[in-house]
């Protein structure tokens, strides 16, 4: 099978130049719904208007402003945003490398899979192994379709891997928040917590979920095209307050049983 | 839940809400929460505006006689067979998760280090909500001190989110996860099988890898540069009054600039446990292990560090309170310095 190419770069740092294509690793499954009139139902149009005449403003006529903080527009007209719009280049510029684990999960954004182009599928062997090696992921910078990108080099398995990265000032670190405050922890609850963790322990295997809901949507949109009746699922009822030590207590003993079960299953 | 804010809503309105609140169960313990993003809005969004300047809105018409349609008349459709759609409402939405759209039930705890970072997709800030922090404490150090991270789903918005809990200094934040179909794998992009590098080029890459290599990423490296250039253009003309036009031109009220951070900040500060003895700002004085460098800077407000952790709506509040003159055309840096020379 194999999916397009979506772009085509060349990594580029010191002496290292390693052609490469870009897929995109992500693929949408998200349920799309669509806006449309309540009495045709077929979909409806998007206009911008002037909210003092309640005119259409068309397409042609929109300026873009740039709003500071005091609620001032500045207009920008078309060449000036032309100028802004940064130099096509096929460089994927390495300008660091750090170790594995210094880029914190908020900042990773959108992943794409690099594969080898034309015939250098050795030159991105080594980069391949080179990174592996030293355990370090790279920071990139590129132009891709008119927008500039920051990005993470990593090696996944025996390919490489392009993550785009926030923007500085986009994430707000926990080191920059105070943590809730209260009474001292009771030692005891702590370890009962461990303890439910503990029991609670899986490793991580993301094949183990599906997105139900998904599934759900659609069958209730299938239902209602046929013409059939949908039948929805019950709620479950709430659970009575406890102290959260009973609770701690509660739930470990439940969690026995889960583990109990499993083990039992596990050996028929 | 992020891709409602872009056609919904003003980043402002997006930054000020927390767009779920409910509990985190584990086992039967139940912690009562909000939820924040802990990403500011991407780059800068411009506004659409008329040749004039108005600010314009967005209406929907009826596509065949182009009548404007008020909000009772749109509804949602599902695309079945080209140009065939069924209409599906909110509440039918809801009615398909009952159980799930107050509560995320974390089932599993895993390695945090086991989940592969092209799986995550956005981080939000829990927040304590309701009258005690200690089923949150207790969460947040237990999973600190033990490296896991909890694995639970809920239905937010006709979605259904994968997310992971996380805790670091001793805040508890929500990664969601994209779903094992929602990624594809080597072989279904069809790259193929490595071959074998030749040593000398492996030696070559490693000595080049080893010249640039530093122990930590300098948040400087991920600066927007197209955003920073629009800034300044858009400053430059704000300074000599070319093509601006002001709030009191339009007849608008100013609205007010909330960021992020300090809503998170006031939100930590006021969760508070009910029969604790005057708990602000300071924290308990038993936090135990697990608090990350930085944190001290934080605490202090003025330190540094924090600064630079602001954005500029937050800095520019502290301008305004310090009076500090031509503040409205200074760039993030220039505030950082001003603030600095005047506090």
Known sequence: MGARAIWKGRIRFGGADVPVKLYSAVQDRAVHFRLLDAKRRQPIRQHMVDPDTGKVVESADVRRAFESDEGDLVVLDAEELEELVPKPSRDIQITRFVPVGEIDHPWYDRPYWLGPDEEEDAAYSALVQAIARREVEGLARWVMRNKEYAGALRVEGEHLMLITLRHAGEVVPASALTPPSGRELDEREVAMAKQLVAAMEDEFDIAAYHDEYRERVLELVEAKAAGKVVKFPKAPERKTELSLADVLEQSLAEAGKGTAKKKERKRA | MPEDWDDEATAEEAVARSFWSGTITFGLVSIPVALYAANRPRGISLRMVSPEGTPLGRRYFDAKDGRALEADEIVRGYEYEKDRFVVVDD?????????????????????????????????????????????????????????????????????????????????????????ADEVRSPADVGLPEPVKPKPAEVKRIDAEIGKRLEAHLDRKELVDRSAERLKKLARAKLRSGEDVVTPEERGEERTEVIDLMEILKRRMREAADEDAPAASGGGAPSRGGGRSKGSKAADGGDGGEDLDEQSRAELYERAKELDIPGRSSMSKDELVKAIRRSA
């Open chain 2, 91 to 179: 509440d039918e939405l809801e009615r398909l998760a009952p159980e799930r759209t107050r509560d995320i039930d974390v089932r599993r705890f895993v390695k945090a280090e086991e989940i592969d970072p092209m799986y995550f997709e956005r981080a939000y800030y829990l927040t304590p909500a309701g009258n005690s922090t200690k089923g949150y404490r207790l969460l947040a150090k237990v999973m600190e001190e033990t490296g896991r991270a909890g694995i639970a789903t809920f239905v937010l918005r006709a979605k259904e989110y994968l997310v992971a809990i996380m805790a670091e200094n001793g805040i508890l934040r929500a990664e969601t996860l994209r779903f």
